[in-house]
């Protein structure tokens, strides 16, 4: 079974300069096929970055609020290594999370399998 570590970007209308974010944080380029999300290949590791279909319910803060998934992070990463080596993926992840909190300009989510919130960012503090 896989394990799924998704980055979620509250960015309307700015993937592309995400993508820009994670190209010089990986020091690659995005992809693009017909029929597929932008994607960068850096085997074993495979960034996809696109929208999502997961809800405002889906999954909550560490306080209990429901994170707002669907109404404010429309951008999702998803990081995936082919080997299902889970800690190289959680490595690529946090360096992703790190480049984007550095450039701060977006609500960053880095999540867990769906299950928890291992780090956020807020530009607003």
């Known amino acids: 079974m896989s394990h799924h570590t998704y980055l979620f970007v509250a960015s309307p209308g700015a993937a592309d300069a995400v993508m820009r974010v994670i190209e010089s944080a990986l020091g690659d380029s995005f992809t693009f096929e017909r029929g597929s999300d ?10 996809y970055v696109g929208g999502h279909e997961f809800e405002d319910d889906d999954i909550e803060f560490p306080d209990g609020s429901l994170v707002p998934l669907e109404s404010q992070y429309p951008t999702m990463i998803d990081i995936r290594d082919v080997n299902r080596d889970h800690h190289h993926q959680e490595e690529v ?33």
């Open 38 to 47: 932008p994607y960068l290949r850096q085997d074993p590791i495979a960034v």
């Open 93 to 125: 992840a946090a360096r992703v999370f790190d480049a984007l909190k550095t450039e701060n300009q977006w609500k960053v989510l880095y999540i867990d399998d769906m299950q928890k919130i291992v780090r956020s960012h807020d530009p607003a503090g």
